[in-house]
């Protein structure tokens, strides 16, 4: 079965600086990987998904996730924070068996000023 | 705005009643989705129709049941409520069920048990 842990519930970069978070899957065949955001009392919007073409994704608000099949890592990317993007990350991947999503823990970002 | 439409979007109630969550899918998505979001949980699959017919089952409780009508919407029914309940309650859906389809959320229900 699928799995996907991410590394890090909390992460805390400053405005401006290098957004990282990490995401590694487990699937026993070719993966479709999924970033989705949740701002505080919202729903989960999708940042970006990966479905076997391009192995770096870009996605909203300059984001960007690299799918790395011999590290089994599907990290998500930023190269300079804005206080806007604090929030909680969630990767999943899709299960090819009931094409349900399986997410993983989260991690809060924050961002400081 | 996903375009996925959950009513009520908050609700309190007593332990033992029973609720209904209602969902409305984006307008042509046929597999609604519902999921359950709690803070010792995390996001939980609970169940999968497409068109009508349940597709797929996960951690759903017996207590829990769901369906979906034939104008497409589905309602999530938890009777029995325990305090363990309490959670954000996502509707979700997609085109189709196909794995690498986007699947979309709603803004969630969020249920307190008390």
């Known amino acids: 079965a699928q799995s996907v842990t991410q590394l890090g519930s909390h992460v805390s970069v400053s405005e401006g600086a290098l957004v990282l978070l990490r995401c590694n899957y487990s699937s026993s065949v070719p993966p479709y990987l999924f970033w989705y955001v949740q701002y505080p009392n919202q729903g989960l919007q999708l940042l970006l998904k990966?479905?076997?073409?391009?192995?770096l994704v870009k996605g909203i608000n300059g984001f960007e996730a690299e799918f790395k099949k011999s590290e089994t890592s599907f990290h998500l990317t930023k190269p300079s924070a804005h206080m806007s993007d604090a929030a909680e990350y969630f990767c999943a991947v899709s299960d090819q068996g009931a094409q349900k999503l399986v997410f993983g823990q989260g991690t809060r970002l924050t961002i400081n000023p | 705005d996903s375009g996925v439409t959950q009513t009520p979007k908050h609700l309190i109630t007593a332990t033992g009643q029973r609720v209904t969550l209602r969902c409305s899918p984006r307008?042509?998505?046929?597999?609604v989705y519902w999921y359950q979001q709690s803070l010792d949980q995390g996001l939980q699959f609970l169940i999968q129709?497409?068109?009508?017919?349940?597709?797929a089952k996960g951690n759903i409780l017996e207590r829990f049941s769901a369906q979906q009508f034939p104008d497409l919407h589905s309602e999530l029914n938890l009777s029995s409520l325990e305090l363990g309940d309490s959670a954000l309650y996502f509707c979700?859906?997609?085109?189709?069920?196909?794995?690498?389809?986007?699947?979309?959320f709603g803004e969630g229900s969020w249920l307190t048990v008390v």
């Open positions: 129709y497409y068109n009508g017919e349940e597709r």
């Open positions: 307008s042509g998505d046929l597999s």
């Open positions: 979700a859906s997609s085109v189709l069920p196909v794995s690498g389809n986007t699947i979309y």
């Open positions: 990966y479905t076997s073409a391009a192995t």
